[in-house]
């Protein structure tokens, strides 16, 4: 099936698994969307348009594939030359190189304006959490760049020949002669990767001093900061898309120029779905948090049962038996702020001494009570030792009322 000979089968199975993949991460990120939020955003719409360009891509990719793309030319050696064609075998050849010719052009113009939505939606929803004026002013000015740039570079791929724009969907763009006049094809694709790369730099670094000056505890800003560091993967793709340009604009004239378009395509579907990923992963945001806050959760209450013991664990099974408030958790903010937090952990630290010291000063009360509860003891005993002297002493003398009425 992967011969080498022919690549198609490895693009169309790359192709149909990451698109499927990625529109099932958009699927769940309009779920997340609408559970925290209850409805979609300007820039979930935008991504809905960039993964059905996506599929298009799709399309044009298996209609490329149909058409040669990926076949390495079989070899000629040792025949006089190619057989003479019929007039049916001309017609149905010139359908065969237009059809090639128009999934071309459907591939150009889909990745162009594939790639031109996914940065466009994750400008947009910086525009939702910018409060910074410089923040808010550079992303406006990177929207209207990429914007343009996505225009006029569909432009020029619609409109490679300029002398006869209907040169590119016809059998003549594939001859030499006939298409001397059209744009060069490497150029004008080098161009675009050079942008990309730059581009996708820009949107990934725009965002990281907003997230540095965030008020919240260190490790939430560290696990949103590299929730958005994700998009770094994204350059890394197409700089490997450059390495399949360039292996395919120095065998543009060979035989093999057929057989090497293949890395391109390839290359290209990684870098659109990679970036439809990460472009939905801070919307996922909810998911992991509920999921990794009740396996936390869970691992802290098992330790205190285990080693927990009198109080401390009744108390622990009177919170455990009120309602879980994981589930709230997930969809409120981030965190609060620094100071704030400082204080709860100033304020519980101050009521614990005070609690301690209440029960140390009642311990001590304790004592004393115990010690004056003995002496007390001790001082009845011996008078209780001291007490037939006494009477010994009183026996002679009539003062008590039962010897008076004896003697009476």
Known sequence: MFAPWDLGPTVAITAWTLT?????????????????????????????LAVLCAWGLCVANHYQLETGTGQQMRSTEGSEGYPELTPEMMKWLEGYLATGARAWFAYRISYVVCLGLIKISILVFYLSFATSRVFKNLVIITLVVVSLFTVVTGFFNGFECPQDPGLTLSHRIFDPVLSQGCYKRHILYYAQAGFNIFSDIVILVLPMPSLLKLRMPTLKRCCLIAV???????????????????IWGESQSDPKGQYNGAYMLFWS????????????APSLQPIFRCVFGRLVSYRMRSAYYYYGDGEGGATMAQRDAQPSRTADTCVESLGEPPSAYK???????????????????????????????????????TRQNDWPLVESNQQNTPQQPKEVWSYG
């Open 20 to 48: 499927a993949f990625s529109t099932l991460v958009v699927g769940v990120r309009f779920g997340c969307r609408l559970w925290v939020v209850g409805r979609l955003k300007l820039y979930d719409y935008i991504m809905m």
């Open 228 to 246: 958005f560091s994700l998009g770094l993967i994204v350059p890394i793709a197409s700089a490997l898309r450059i390495w399949a340009l360039v």
């Open 269 to 280: 579907q990684v870098e659109i779905n990679t970036a439809i990923v990460c472009a939905s």
């Open 343 to 381: 204080v709860q952990k100033r304020a519980s630290i101050e009521m614990d001494q005070v609690i301690r010291e209440a029960d140390d000063e009642e311990q001590l009360k304790d004592r004393i009570r115990h010690f004056a509860s003995r002496s007390s003891l001790g001082s009845a005993s």
